[in-house]
């Protein structure tokens, strides 16, 4: 059974920069990717970067690229997701989740992924 665990929630100031992690446990076979899927109040949960759980691989929409990093502590089992130069509407709760193939095509769609952390609230505002 693969779990995945998420840190505390987060308030942050309109251009900063937190750093989220998800702790993976569970046979590392049975999942391939790790993503990151925010859902803002209001809107449907989507995908903004993954990565490979076995090599370097990522991936990252348009809107990440160029603001936020994801990062693989193999030794840890963890993969982060860096997030700079936040703004208001970054606000959401940010969930991690393990995909059990190597779906590039539904890489951004919640339905593509078979495991969930709990989600960690990131609010931006001043």
């Known amino acids: 059974q693969v779990q995945l665990v998420e840190s505390g929630r987060r308030l942050v100031q309109p251009g900063g920069s937190p750093r989220l992690p998800c702790a993976a446990s569970?046979?590392?076979?049975?999942?391939?990717?790790i993503g990151w899927l925010p859902q803002a109040l209001g809107y449907e949960r989507e995908g903004v970067s993954c990565?490979?759980?076995?090599?370097?691989?990522?991936w990252y929409t348009t809107s990440a690229k160029g603001r936020f990093t994801i990062s693989r502590d193999k030794a840890n089992n963890t993969v982060s997701l860096e997030m700079n130069s936040l703004k208001p509407e970054d606000t959401g709760v940010y969930y991690c989740?393990?995909?059990?193939?190597?779906?590039?095509?539904?890489?951004?769609?919640?339905?593509?992924?078979?495991?969930w952390g709990q989600g960690t609230q990131v609010t931006v505002s001043s």
């Open positions: 989740a393990a995909m059990r193939g190597v779906l590039t095509l539904r890489l951004w769609e919640p339905g593509a992924y078979g495991w």
């Open positions: 569970g046979p590392t076979p049975d999942y391939h990717v």
């Open positions: 990565i490979s759980a076995h090599n370097n691989l990522k």
